[in-house]
Each structure stands twice: as C-alpha cells, then as structure tokens.
C-alpha cells in the first residue's frame, strides 16, 4: 500500500517561510519523479514544481521561480518545498504527488507541471497554506 503523507502547511504573514514535508512509502522511492502542486479554492490544481527521480533535474512555475526550492532526500523517503518570500496568492492546499513516468529530462516546464502527466500518480491528501497579507 501507497502512503503519500504531506505536513508542514500552516498560517503564515506575507513574506514569512514554510517548508512542507511529504513522505512516501510503499513504492521503491528512488524509482519516482515527485511533484508539488496546489490548489486555491475555485481554481483549478496546478502544478508548481517537480523534481526528477534521480534529484538532477527540477522544474518550477514562473510564479515561485527563486522563492520556492524543491528537494528529496532518499534515504528518508521525503520531498520537501521550501517556501520563501510567501504572499497572499501562495494561499493553497498543497500537494504531493509521485510518480514513475512524469517530470522527465528534456521537458518543458508546462509538460512537466502538467497535472494530467501525473494522474496515474500517487497523491497525498494535501496540507493547507495560508498567506495573510
């Protein structure tokens, strides 16, 4: 059984820090590209970054491009999100998601954040993040 298990979300002012924490278990972890993605109510999931199963490639929406930074840590079968510089509009649900074919090198960052690349992915429940102006 698949265990995707998101933490860290919370409440924090504009231009505070948060790092989410996402552990796997249940599948052979090195094996898996992982992604973060969010959700504002109303809107549509989108994905904001992905990190290729080997560490050595990363992808990231424009909008969290040099604020957010994506990393894994095999040993420990987690994948973080480090979220500086947060602002109102970061305000989500926030996802994890792993899966065996997504997040690939050559890709374009529209392709690899793609949700419909991950759906036959495993996914987490979410963490709420909440930027308060």
């Known amino acids: 059984l698949v265990e995707v298990v998101e933490s860290g979300g919370g409440l924090v002012q504009a231009g505070g820090s948060l790092r989410l924490s996402c552990i796997i278990s249940g599948l052979r972890f090195d094996d898996y590209a992982l992604g973060w993605f969010r959700q504002a109510p109303g809107k549509e999931r989108e994905g904001i970054s992905c990190?290729?199963?080997?560490?050595?490639?990363?992808y990231f929406q424009d909008s969290v491009k040099g604020r957010f930074t994506i990393s894994r840590d095999n040993a420990k079968k987690t994948l973080y999100l480090q979220m500086n510089s947060l602002k109102p509009e970061d305000t989500a649900m926030y996802f994890c998601?792993?899966?065996?074919?997504?997040?690939?090198?050559?890709?374009?960052?529209?392709?690899?954040?793609?949700?419909?690349?991950?759906?036959?992915?495993?996914w987490g429940q979410g963490t709420q993040v909440t930027v308060s102006s």
């Open positions: 998601a792993a899966d065996f074919q997504a997040c690939l090198s050559p890709m374009t960052t529209e392709q690899a954040l793609a949700a419909s690349e991950w759906e036959t992915g495993h």
């Open positions: 990190i290729e199963y080997s560490g050595d490639h990363t």
